[in-house]
Antibody, heavy 120, light 111 residues
Framework: QVQLVESGGGLVKPGGSLRLSCAASGFTFSDYYMSWNRQAPGKGLEWVSYISSSGNIIYYADSVKGRFTISRDNAENSLYLQMNSLRAEDTAVYYC?????????????WGQGAMVTVSS | QSVLTQPPSVSGAPGQSVTISCTGSSSNIGAGHDIHWYQQVPGTAPKLLIYGNTNRPSGVPDRFSGSKSGTSASLAITGLQAEDEADYYCQSYDSSLSACVFGGGTKLTVL
């Protein structure tokens, strides 16, 4: 069965960095787009970034552009999110999700989430 | 503020039907981009409920249905059950933003 397991969350000071990982299993990872979505405490869902199956197409939300970098290692079935210059408003649960479809990707499987807290 | 607008809350009694709207614009729903719906029970990850405007993934009951018209979309839930109490989100793509976008979410309360 499809499994997505995030890791790397934690507490970081404003301006700091953190790297999230997502380990995928149960499907051919290299065939699928992958995405990071997030949810601030008590708030709604927000798309952060997605990457194509081969890694040559990448999009970011304006709120993270220039600070976050998405990448993947198809040999390791892993997705990553490097987060730099973190701000308090980046505090959220970060979900790794598998993407299907064209521009309007739908996310058919989600991980359990990794909590990132940005606070001094 | 989300580019896809949903009502903050809806409610209904067990057995009744409810509809959740998702209003967009000419750069997202009106541009022909697909709408997807997710169900999220508090404290858990979202679950895909409807994809491609009207399609249900395997395992989703046919009590859930989606529709789309013009710059709006709707999620209908018939025969409400206590387990349907959750937050519901619509999602699409916005050509002006070059970004995936979510609605603000709707909390469904089963009375």
């Amino acid at each position: 069965q499809v499994q997505l397991v995030e890791s790397g969350g934690g507490l970081v000071k404003p301006g700091g960095s953190l790297r999230l990982s997502c380990a995928a299993s149960g499907f051919t990872f290299s065939d699928y787009y992958m995405s990071w979505n997030r949810q601030a405490p008590g708030k709604g869902l927000e798309w952060v970034s997605y990457i194509s199956s081969s890694g040559n197409i990448i999009y970011y939300a304006d709120s993270v552009k220039g600070r976050f970098t998405i990448s993947r290692d198809n040999a390791e079935n892993s997705l990553y999110l490097q987060m730099n210059s973190l701000r308090a408003e980046d505090t959220a649960v970060y979900y790794c999700a598998r993407g299907l479809g064209g521009l309007a990707l739908n996310f058919d499987y989600w991980g359990q989430g990794a909590m990132v807290t940005v606070s001094s | 503020q989300s580019v896809l607008t949903q009502p903050p809350s809806v409610s209904g009694a067990p057995g009744q039907s409810v509809t959740i709207s998702c209003t967009g614009s000419s750069s997202n729903i009106g541009a022909g981009h697909d709408i997807h719906w997710y169900q999220q029970v508090p404290g858990t990850a979202p679950k895909l409920l409807i994809y491609g405007n009207t399609n249900r993934p395997s395992g989703v009951p046919d009590r859930f249905s989606g529709s789309k018209s013009g710059t709006s979309a709707s999620l209908a839930i018939t025969g409400l059950q206590a387990e349907d109490e959750a937050d519901y989100y619509c999602q699409s793509y916005d050509s002006s933003l070059s970004a995936c976008v979510f609605g603000g979410g709707t909390k469904l309360t089963v009375l």
